[in-house]
Structure formats: C-alpha cells, structure tokens
C-alpha cells in the first residue's frame, strides 16, 4: 500500500533554477530538486546515487534547504517527495543508492557551539524534540526513510553498512562511538540493472574474488577549502559501477561537491547534479575543473 505525503509549496522554495554547466558528459544546475527534476523526462536516467543533507545536523543558511525541518517527519515527506520524481525520472530498471546517516534528539538545545576540529558542526538553531521521543533518543532516521520510501513504491533490495575506520571521535561516555552509515539499494521494479561482477571484492582465503558483501569498509575523506562532510570516491565508485553501464546517464539531485561527478567521469558515465547551495556548486566545478581543465568556470 503507498502512503500519500503531501506536497509543500511555500515561498521559499520559489527559486530560480538554472543551469551552471554542460558538455556532452555532464549538466550541473543550480537550484531546488523539488523545481529542477520537473524539467526532466520520463525514463532519463540509467541510476541515482545521492547523500541527501542529514536531518538537524548542519545549518547551511540557504531558504528551502532539506534537513532543516522543525521535525523528522516534515524532514521525510520532503524527501518521500523529492524521491518520488527521482523514481520517475529512472528507467524502468533503474536504481536508487542512497546515503544517509542518523541523529540524535538534541533535549531541546537550540543551538549548537563550534567545534574547533569541525566547524561546520556549528548551528544557530537546532529542532526540539520530536514528539514521541526522548531527550538522547537515536532517532532512526534512515530505516523511518526507506520504509518511508517503501511504502512509497519503491523496492527496497538491500540495506548497505558503510563503516567508517577512521570515524571521527566522539566525546560521549554512555554508548559506543558511532562509526557507519546506511546506504539503501532501492529499484523503480522488480526487475533492474545490477552490475555484480564489477565489485566483487577478495576472498579470504585467496580462492579469487566474491560478491560484494553488505558491510563496505571505506575511509572518510575530506579536501581542502570543505568544513562539511563529503562522499568518499570509493563509495561512489562501488554504487556507479553496480548501478550503471558505461555511458549510462547518473542523477544526483543533491549534488554538493561533486563527488559523483567526478566519479562518473573517471569511469565513463555521463551525469547530471542538482546543488541547491551556490557556495557547494562553486565546490563542485573548481574540483572538476582541477581534473578537467576544460570545463569553463
């Protein structure tokens, strides 16, 4: 059964959209997904790998950005909605890899310091605490999402742990420092384009290589001029090459970065990002242009 969610329209979020960039392997556009993906047609994309913005854990300062919602819930519906005109937008066998990590209530501090090892930990307003939970409680973010996403329509093949070896340290005394997140491998059918072969990875005991398994072991990675965090190429990698053919067209409607981008370049796929934040756009096209000097900024 597909639970509806409405759709918010509110002033904010009338923004322009356009585009910064395109050449034959790649379109960057600036501007809300919730407006650009209606410029898209039916069965565009061959897969979409994203990270959409965590819910209450960053402050971007930008009207209309995702995970600044006053609850969980809003935060979801928009994303239901958002992923809804992804799954559209796919081919029929077309596939969803989605990144997202989880977060805690915040006991109803508004705010939050800066961090001297990460300053983009610091907000100027943080939600209170949702209804139905507890100040500490781990909300469940991500599972609330994929079945969220589930009961939506789409097929919900396999929850992905990215642990993180060198995770940032914590400071808490009462649970284990948290060291993964999800990636969730959703398709538009029951059906759909699954790349196995290309990321196999070594058997233990040296009988050659074997299917991928669930738990990837993958180094954050950060550059410089960045206060936030950013996909790891390696994840990327593993999702575009299973999820995609060579020339096979890749969305990513929260482009940041531009991580994906790069990754799809290097490994000759084309691919289109959707950045709503000016700042991260012009991120993303001064890394690409680091690598292909040809892109005109």
């Known amino acids: 059964m597909k639970t509806a969610y409405p759709e918010r329209r509110d002033s904010k979020r009338r923004m322009c959209v356009r585009e910064v960039y395109r050449d ?112 500490k409680d781990l909300i469940g973010v991500p599972w609330r999402l994929a079945l969220a996403l589930q009961a939506d329509g789409w097929f919900l093949r396999s929850d992905i742990v990215w642990n993180k070896p060198n995770c940032q340290p914590e400071s808490v005394k009462d649970r284990p420092t948290r060291a993964h997140e999800y990636v969730f491998l959703m398709s538009k059918s029951e059906l759909y384009f699954y790349d196995g072969e290309s990321i196999r990875e070594p058997s233990a005991n040296g009988n050659g290589p074997k299917n991928r398994r669930t738990v990837w072991n993958i180094n954050t990675n950060g550059f410089h001029g960045a206060h936030f965090a ?51 756009v012009r991120i993303a096209l001064e890394r690409i242009n680091q690598v292909h000097p040809r892109l005109a900024l």
């Open 24 to 135: 034959d392997d790649a379109r960057i556009i600036e501007g809300d997904s919730r407006k650009a993906l209606a410029d898209f047609p039916d069965n565009a994309f061959q897969c979409c790998v994203t990270s959409p913005p965590y819910w209450g854990l960053r402050d971007y300062g930008i009207d209309g950005q995702i995970g600044a919602e006053n609850d969980p819930d809003t935060y979801i519906a928009d994303l239901v909605g958002i992923f809804r005109e992804v799954r559209r937008t796919l081919r029929e066998d077309g596939t969803l890899w989605l990144n997202i990590g989880d977060s805690y209530t915040s006991g109803d501090r508004r705010w939050r310091a800066p961090d001297r090892k990460n300053p983009g930990r610091a907000m100027s307003y943080r939600p209170p605490t949702p209804k139905g939970l507890k100040p």
């Open 230 to 280: 950013v996909f790891p190429p390696e994840l990327v990698r593993l999702c575009v090459l299973a999820g995609s053919k060579p020339d096979g067209m890749v969305l990513d409607p929260f482009f940041g970065s531009g991580t994906v981008g790069l990754v799809c370049r290097e490994h000759q796929r084309r691919c289109v990002g959707i950045e709503l934040n000016p700042a991260y």
